[in-house]
């Protein structure tokens, strides 16, 4: 079994910063990749950024310039640096990690961006 937990969500004031982490357990003999979705109620979960194992990090243009992805290969984690977040950032994140071709997901944590 394969299992992400993602930690760090919460309340963050626009202008403010947040970092989100995933920790990836399990069965893991290798990683393809990592990354970051996002959801509001009634619409599709979206693309935040991902990175792939041996290549460079992809960011949604909503967040470009602003968010980072970064990974910690040999403790199987992911993080996303969240500096100058906007209302409109606010969603349920969800850490992504691809695994031996196989995609799994985490339960999502919660961050709200209000003042």
């Known amino acids: 079994q394969v299992q992400l937990v993602e930690s760090g969500g919460g309340l963050v004031q626009p202008g403010g910063s947040l970092r989100l982490s995933c920790a990836a357990s399990?069965?893991?003999?290798?990683?393809?990749?990592m990354g970051w979705y996002r959801q509001v109620p009634g619409k599709q979960r979206e693309l935040v950024a991902v990175?792939?194992?041996?290549?460079?990090?992809n960011y949604a243009d909503s967040v470009k310039g602003r968010f980072t992805i970064s990974r910690d290969n040999a403790k199987n984690m992911v993080y996303l640096q969240m500096n100058s977040p906007k209302p409109e950032d606010t969603a349920v994140y969800y850490c992504?990690?691809?695994?031996?071709?196989?995609?799994?997901w985490g339960q999502g944590t919660q961050v709200i961006v209000s003042s």
């Open positions: 992504y990690a691809l695994i031996r071709s196989i995609p799994y």
């Open positions: 990175i792939p194992t041996g290549g460079n990090a």
């Open positions: 399990g069965s893991i003999f290798s990683i393809n990749g």
